[in-house]
Each structure stands twice: as C-alpha cells, then as structure tokens.
C-alpha cells in the first residue's frame, strides 16, 4: 500500500509534474544603457566562468536587456561590448535560484578607458533572505587539512556556527544535514549511524551551504543544507591531475583525476584512497585503536544534447573501515570494536530549457547507505552487532519561470526507502541467550511545493511559498509549511536588510524495535516508542554591508522544535538508536566577514556565532527509560556558547601561497551541565608553492601547537571525545596530459 502510493506519485513525476529541488542553476539578467540612460541595442554580453572553460553569449535587444538562463553556481566574469562604447567588465558570484538584474551604463569610446563595474564579486542572492557560504576548489585546496577525504573544513571554517563534534557534523545546533549534488537530494534519514564522507573534497568545484531562510524548496533535513557542485571536466582539456600526501599516523589521501570536454560534452573521474592511525576522535588523550582507511570512486558526466536540453549524470561510490578507538583499560580488556559503512549514489538530470526565462529541470534518483558496526569477541557485557542497510529511489525536479518582476517555482519531491536490519547481541557470560532479529521497514516520502519572488521595486524583494509534505512510514504524518521573507536594499548605502519566517517538516528516521530487540530493549530498562517527523519554526533577520569591498554579514535566528531529533546509547555499547524529545529552542547571532584581496596579497574569511541550544521535555520518540523529565530548559549536548573561524589566504611571490585557520569554541556543555567545559582554540597552517605548469608542492600543520583538551563527554557515539593531536602532512599534485 504504501508502495503503492510512492510509485504512482514517481509515475507523476516522470511524466512531468515538476519536482522540488534546490536548483543548481541562476539566472542572470542585465541592461545595457548610455550615458543619456538610453538603451542600447545589439550589445554583446558574455559571461565566462573564471575557473573553467564555460562561457555563453548574448545580444541585447531593442530595451537593451540580455538574458542568460540555466547559468550553473559559480564565480564569473560579465563582459558587455557594444559599438562605439568602451568595454565594461563586472565580477559576480551566481547563486542558486537567484534572478537580479544587472545594470551596465556604458561610457562612449572617446573617454578612452576601460570600465570596471565592480571590483569586488558581486553575490547575486542580495535578493534573497537565505544565508548561504560558498566555497570554491581554490579555497578547499589552500585551506589547511580542508582537501582531506575525511575533512568537512571546507564547511566548518566558512560557515557559522558550524563544527565537528562526537564524529557528527552540526550547524545551527542540530545535526539533521540535507546533502545534495547538483541541487538533487542524496536522502538519508538515520541520524548518528554513520560517520563516513558521501563526497571527497578534491571532486568539489564548489560547495554552497545554507543554514536558514530557505525557499519552500528545501525540506526533510534543515537545520543546514549542503550543495556539492562537483568538477565537471571543463577545467580539464585531456588532464589529469595526480594528488598524493603522507604524513603523522602514518596517514595518506590520494587522488587520480582526470578530465576532458568539447564544446558539447564534458567528463570527470577519480579514484581515490585514504588510510590513517588516527580516525575516530578518541576517548582519551592517547591514541589507541583507532586505524581508518577508505576508497571510493566518482564521475561526472554532462552532454549538451541540443541548445535546449542538457543531460547529466553523477555517480560516486565508497567504501570506509573505522576501528573504534580505545581507552587503556578497554584495550587491555580485549575490546575490538569496528565499523564499516558502504555508500553510493546516482543521479541522473535533464535540463530543458523552453526559453530563456523557462526552465525545466527532471532528475530521478538512487542513493544505498549501509554501517555495520562489529562489536570486539572480547566486549563486556556484551558483543553487539548492528548492521543496516538503506536504499533510497525516487525523483524530483523544478519548473521555474522568470517573467517581469516574478520568479515563480513549483514543484513535487518523492522517494522510497527500504531499510534491512540485523541485530544480534549475546552476553558476555552468557546470562542471556543469544538475539538475533531483522527487520525489513518500509517508508515514502512526497512533498509538493509553490513559491514566489517578487519584485515590486528594484530594492524590495518580497518571497513566499508553501511546502506540502506527507510521509507515510511506521506512522503517518502531514505538514504545510508556509514561508514568507522579504529584503531590502538601501539605496546609495547598497546595504541589504532581510527577514525571514518559516515553517519545516523532518521526516523521522526510519528506525524500530521489535521482537526481541524490544525484549532486550526492556530488559535494560528503556524501551522504544514510535518517531514522529520534527516540526520546526523559524524567525530570521539579518544585514549585509559592503565596506571597500569587504563584505560584512550579521543575522540573528531563532528556532522552535517540536519532536526534536537526538541520539541515545543502547545498553553498555556503541551502537546508537535516535530519539526525539517533546521540544527544543535554539536561538543566537551570527556573523561573517569577507575580504577583498588587500595589498594584491591577503584575504580573510571570518565567521563568528553566538548561540544557544537547548530542549525541554521527555522523550517523545525512540529510545527511552520512560524516566519524568527534568523540570524547565536543560542544554543539548552541543550547545556551545561562542563559535569563530578564521581563514588567512596569502598569494606570496614566485606563485608559492600560505594560508592559516584558526578555530575557537568557548567549550561545550559539561556532562549534563549546566556548567561548560574551558574554551579551546588550535591553530593551522599550509604552505605551498607551483613549480612550473604541471608540479606543486605542499606542507600542511594541524593543531600546530599539539593542545590535547577534553572537547566533550556527552553520552554519544564512542563515549568522551579529546581534540585530534598535531598532524603534519606533505603533499605533491602533479598535472599531466594524455
């Protein structure tokens, strides 16, 4: 029945109905004028991307607009000539589903000048109330440990309040992500079950995060949204590109890549392998157990089959071996506990563009993830075993019209998983029989969404929009979550005032116990009750100010949860059920500063979050003891107070480059609190030099000064977590032809 459901809702899909997708594309509009203000006809405007070999060209017509549709994320260069006039050149950064309109007035030839529009990029989502970081392969690659397989530093130290903890990554306090590729969902509803990577940083061209504000296109995991735009093989003209490091631990990331295009087709593989001493976060200062190696495969596929239509496809498959780190006294007991985790995806999309300002976009969907946590022969009280395996198969797409002062979206998301479990437990001293149980759940997921931005004047931007959701699982549920933001842009100050409220649905895990798992579950004292989907409101409102070409962003949130996800331990073990408890609030500041290059030389990305997260109530959902719950707030166990990431890019003489990170946390909260643990700040620095075309050297330190502190001892996976000790790593690319 419920598949039934699922499938005639796909059939829907694919025969057209339009799907809700963060859409990996822009629009990008402009107008040409004189220095009298009138338009210019027949002007060219060509808009090439500034780390491939992408471009496009445009007439302005008899009102002096050119339009350019479909124009994937990324940094560009706008250039617009016209007869007569000097030439004009302008910078600007497209973010997803953005539409603004440009203004180019030309200055007559006679001046003899060449014109800079702007000298800073300009980001073409002012029109927006979503915050969004973007990082670009440049950055990943220069930024300290950030090109890591296992690395998520090229979102901890750009994003605010965004940092690893427990193995899991969190943002705005909650650690419930929505990763996609290409603007397509990769769905994964299990929370705190894996800690391997789905994405290599070294296949990123660029990565967009979002953490609030979002569009009625976004849902099911929302506390932050993550969109990899992989390399395409438009940087590439028959390369390849050779990446190998080693270094503390014994540790290596290597990469092969290669690459091509023509001016219709364009590719990207690699192949890649990593293995270390030190993986997990360990439970103590001494690194013990705790081996990690991983290989995983990616390509890219995109052939522009007609003017109109463009087909894509993604595939990217891994493989990752964790030993669970020890403290002395578990290594001396015989304590042996591993985890494995299997992941792949596919996507494919079609993108038809019916005009220039209608755009049609259709990509069907698989995604398989699998752990297998193995507890050690040796494990007291008990040997614990939990393996389960998730597919995911469904679709989704976006119809989007630009018309006059509207960009208008709508669209429908839908998928199926399909969940084996296998459970087996048997104690120590055999006091209790052996368990053994599978289970095999069943979930759908439909979501239909509408939404508007319109533009009543050129420095007012009103959104709206409605998200309808319905999951059908181990119970049922519906939503519809309104929408509704607005921005401003002072005129002459070009300061840009937003606002935001929203309404999420999550769909919960598609988690159980039954059988004897419950009978176990009940024997330790808890039990299981069914998960219901998270409910979540949002208030935002937030100002960015460009200053000499900085870039200086604040905003303040706050959100209410009702069935808030979390995470408990089973018994005296590693293996982690979720839960959901009656409510939770997390409210604060944030801000981020980014710098132009100043002296030719430096650049400083800046990000800073004060914030508090904290729930209330007894659980809801999953695993409990059925215990009263404490009286008032009490905090989460990731609230930390303050938040900073600072990044230092130097461009030095003889094409070498340096670049340093710098991370505070003023300390999580300690145990149950209400007291945190001491603040704590480490320090990284990569250094690296081009030797020629084809060769580049790097050295990489991280936690140079070696600080080995407590970072948190909440109940969760692996127990207490200590900071990674110093690493330093050397690292070669080498760039060849074939």
């Avoid at 990008?28 to 991307?49: M, N, Y």
């Avoid at 003017?307 to 015989?334: F, K, W």
């Avoid at 707030?633 to 990170?661: C, E, I, M, Y």
């Amino acid at each position: 029945m419920r598949c039934g459901v699922f499938t005639a809702a796909l059939l829907a899909l694919l025969l057209g109905v339009a799907s809700a997708s963060a859409a990996v594309f822009g629009n990008v509009r402009g107008i040409v004028h004189d220095p009298q203000h009138r338009p210019i006809e027949g002007a060219t405007a060509t808009l090439h991307a500034q780390t491939s070999d992408w471009s496009a060209t445009d007439l302005s017509n008899a009102e002096g607009e050119f339009e350019f549709p479909a124009v994937p994320v990324g940094d560009y260069v706008l250039k617009v000539t016209a007869a007569g006039f000097v030439e004009a050149t302008q910078s600007i950064t497209v973010l997803p589903a953005s539409a603004p309109v440009l203004h180019f007035a030309l200055v007559v030839e006679a001046l003899h000048q060449k014109v800079e529009v702007s000298a800073a990029p300009e980001v073409l989502n002012t029109d927006s109330a979503a915050t969004n970081a973007l990082v670009n392969r440049q950055q990943i690659a220069q930024t300290p440990g950030a090109d890591q397989t296992n690395s998520l530093a090229m979102i901890t130290d750009f994003v605010p309040g965004a940092y690893m903890v427990h193995d899991q990554l969190h943002i705005r306090g909650g650690h419930q992500l929505t990763w996609q590729v290409d603007g397509v969902d990769v769905p994964n509803t299990n929370i705190a079950s894996n800690v391997g990577p789905q994405f290599d940083p070294k296949d990123v061209d660029y990565i967009e995060t979002s953490t609030g504000g979002y569009s009625a296109a976004y849902g099911n995991r929302t506390y932050g949204v993550v969109n990899v735009v992989p390399r395409t093989g438009f940087e590439y003209n028959r390369q390849g590109e050779l990446v190998a490091n080693y270094g503390s631990f014994g540790q290596t990331n290597d990469q092969l890549s290669f690459g091509s295009h023509t001016e219709r087709f364009a590719y990207y593989g690699s192949l890649n392998g990593n293995r270390s001493n030190l993986g997990l976060m360990t439970p103590t200062s001494a690194v013990i157990h705790d081996f990690e190696s991983g290989l995983g495969g990616f390509t890219d596929l995109l052939f522009n089959a007609a003017p109109s239509d463009q087909l894509r496809g993604v595939i990217a498959v891994r493989g990752d071996h964790y030993q669970i780190p020890n403290t002395p006294a578990e290594q001396a007991a015989g304590t042996r506990d591993v985890d494995t985790e299997r992941d792949a995806f596919f996507n494919f999309s079609w993108v038809h563009t019916f005009d220039k300002r209608t755009l049609l976009t259709i990509s069907p969907f698989y995604h398989y993830n699998r752990a297998n946590y193995l507890g050690g022969p040796d494990d007291q009280p008990f040997v614990l075993n939990d393996d389960r395996a998730s597919h995911y198969v469904g679709g989704q797409a976006v119809l989007s019209r630009v018309a006059g002062k509207h960009n208008a979206r709508v669209g429908v998301e839908a998928f199926a998983q399909h969940d084996d479990t296998r459970f087996d437990l048997r104690a120590a001293d055999a006091s209790l029989a052996p368990l053994r149980e599978a289970l095999a759940p069943w979930g759908n997921t439909e979501a239909l969404f509408f939404e508007d931005e319109f533009k009543p004047a050129s420095w007012l931007s009103l959104t709206g929009g409605v998200r309808l959701t319905h999951y059908d699982g181990l119970l049922s549920e519906n939503a519809a979550n309104p929408r509704v933001g607005a921005s401003v842009r002072v005129p002459k100050l070009a300061w840009v005032l937003h606002g935001f409220y929203g309404r999420y649905y999550q769909p919960p895990p598609l988690d159980t116990a039954a059988g004897p798992l419950l009978g176990f579950a009940l024997h330790e004292g808890v039990g299981f009750l069914p998960l219901r989907g998270e409910r979540d409101e949002e208030y935002e409102a937030g100002l960015t100010i460009p200053v000499h070409d900085w870039v200086l962003n604040a905003d303040t949130f706050r959100t209410h949860a009702r069935n808030f996800f979390d995470h408990d331990v089973l018994g005296n073990s590693n293996i982690f059920l979720p839960l959901t408890i009656q409510g939770a609030r997390i409210f604060g500041w944030e801000a981020t500063a980014r710098s132009p290059k100043f002296l030719r030389r430096a650049q400083v990305h800046a990000a800073f979050s004060h914030q508090h997260a904290e729930g209330f109530g007894a659980v809801t959902g999953g695993l409990t003891d059925f215990s009263p719950p404490e009286s008032g707030w009490f905090f989460l166990d990731h609230d930390q107070r303050n938040t900073l990431s600072t990044v230092v890019a130097l461009t030095l003489p003889k094409r070498a480059w340096a670049s340093t990170g710098i991370q505070y946390g003023s300390g999580f909260v300690d145990g149950d609190g209400p007291a945190h643990l001491p603040g704590h700040t480490t320090f990284d620095i990569s250094l690296g030099k081009s030797l020629g075309e084809n060769w580049s050297l790097a050295l990489n330190a991280l936690n140079v000064s070696n600080r080995r502190y407590l970072l948190d001892n909440s109940n969760t996976f692996g127990g207490t977590h200590f900071v990674a000790p110093r690493q330093v790593y050397g690292e070669v690319r080498y760039r060849f032809h074939f």
